[in-house]
DNA sequence: GATTGATCATGT
DNA sequence: ACATGATCAATC
């Protein structure tokens, strides 16, 4: 049968050496040619389709749990995250980590936490992200894969705890993004008006705005110098 | 120019 | 509704 030279998304890397192979191959491909393998259209902008990049890519790679609860890689237990670079080689935008559940987030400790389980273990693929480039015409990078320092893991946990605490104690719309060092926590939903089941400081149940952590660039970014130093 | 708060699309 | 994938764009 003719595909046209469009490729089949793989199935799931059989280990992390397989999926890290997988990525090295896609570095230095424009996204124009690895959406061109698969058969995958390249929109004009990323304004209607900022998970245009992070999904390409898990296709390309065979990651297996697409919009669930679970690791990319759920048998690797291993995160895909995309990261943006700038012109100046670092990441331009902050890297969405998970959403947070307002109302039990103060009984769950650091260590059994979403933060921490997703990060556990992280395969970054970097692609540029300059706007004046076309989609099409970004590049992707060399991939790394990471899992966190001792003091990487004890500087997000102060940032988590921090966080965490307040939210456990009904202030979560007193926390702003300018909070946490390296960790932070901003809106992540549909628009302003969106609202989540949150308690506040008496207790009481109220409608939230939903809101996640991410991880902020310069903290991304030492990541990147750490594993390609220059 | 960097950062925060707002927003977009899609799948379960 | 809420999870996934993030970037946009107003504001500092």
Sequence with gaps: MDLGGVALRPGPPESESVLLARAEELSGLSLARVAERYGRAVPPDLRRAKGFVGSLLEHALGATASSRAAPDFEALGIELKSLPIGKDGTPCESTFVCTIDLVRIADVEWQASLVKRKLSRVLFVPVEGDRALSVGARRVGTPFVWSP?????AALRFDWEELAGIIGRG?????????????QVRPKAKDASARRRGVDADGMPYAALPRGFYLRASFTGKLLLEHFPR
């Design 149 to 153: 320092s001792a003091e990487d893991e």
């Design 171 to 183: 202030d979560a719309e007193g926390i702003t993004g300018h909070l946490g060092r390296h960790l």
